[in-house]
């Protein structure tokens, strides 16, 4: 089975929570389970004019929306989530987002190619899994089985950028 990074589409300008430092930072989450984090965290957005709601969030930590929510608990249904409203005053709008607590993996290798970074992951770490996450040197990157992200596409879901992994055997590194 295909696993793709998903991302926030370069053509779309995901929300940004103000004041989220200390909050919604990695190091804070790190460890943390679903009942650790409070149960109402509203935020409010940055300023920017062509902001859109997006469908997935990867600044200042994956998050995702219902309708993705929905479609991972379809296929992992222990997944845990926290609750999160952004609004966003200029447009006196809201939308809730849902951050996911991930199994972290490792073993990730990037090489840089013609068309960009390459991400490599062995097949063992992947197993099967709906969705992991997976820490990089400058970012996290979260991955998606092929079926998972089938689904939510065809749900509408909106600002979501992909690339292929590339799955190597157990100590196979291609680099």
Same mark, same amino acid.
């Given at each position: 089975?295909?696993?793709?990074?998903?991302?926030?589409?370069?053509? +779309?300008?995901?929300? $940004?929570?103000?004041?989220?430092?200390?909050?919604?930072?990695? =190091?804070?989450?790190?460890?943390? #389970?679903?009942?650790? @984090?409070?149960?109402?965290? @509203?935020?409010?957005? !940055? &300023? #920017?004019?062509?902001?859109?709601?997006?469908?997935?969030?990867?600044?200042?930590?994956?998050? $995702? *929306?219902?309708? $993705? /929510?929905?479609?991972?608990? %379809? +296929?992992?249904?222990?997944?845990?989530?926290? &609750?999160? $409203?952004? +609004? *966003?005053? !200029? /447009?006196? /709008?809201?939308?809730?987002?849902?951050?996911?607590?991930?199994?972290? !993996? %490792?073993?990730?290798?990037?090489?840089?190619?013609?068309?960009?970074?390459?991400?490599?992951?062995?097949?063992?770490?992947? *197993?099967?899994?709906?969705?992991?996450?997976?820490?990089?040197?400058? &970012?996290?990157?979260?991955?998606? =089985?092929?079926?998972?992200?089938? *689904?939510?596409?065809? =749900?509408?879901?909106?600002?979501?950028?992909? /690339?292929? @992994? #590339?799955?190597?055997?157990?100590?196979?590194?291609?680099?």
């Amino acid at each position: 089975m295909k696993y793709f990074w998903i991302y926030v589409d370069g053509n +779309y300008v995901a929300p $940004v929570p103000k004041d989220w430092y200390g909050k919604l930072d990695a =190091r804070t989450l790190q460890g943390k #389970h679903a009942y650790e @984090i409070p149960k109402h965290l @509203i935020f409010l957005t !940055e &300023r #920017h004019m062509q902001m859109v709601f997006t469908d997935v969030i990867t600044f200042p930590c994956f998050m $995702v *929306s219902k309708t $993705v /929510r929905d479609v991972l608990l %379809q +296929y992992a249904p222990a997944l845990k989530f926290a &609750r999160i $409203v952004l +609004y *966003s005053k !200029e /447009r006196k /709008r809201s939308m809730a987002y849902y951050l996911p607590f991930l199994k972290q !993996e %490792q073993s990730v290798k990037l090489a840089k190619g013609a068309g960009g970074t390459d991400i490599f992951m062995e097949r063992e770490k992947l *197993s099967g899994k709906v969705i992991l996450e997976t820490k990089g040197m400058d &970012r996290t990157y979260v991955m998606v =089985r092929m079926d998972v992200l089938e *689904s939510m596409l065809r =749900r509408g879901a909106a600002g979501i950028g992909l /690339r292929e @992994i #590339h799955i190597v055997e157990s100590g196979k590194w291609p680099l």
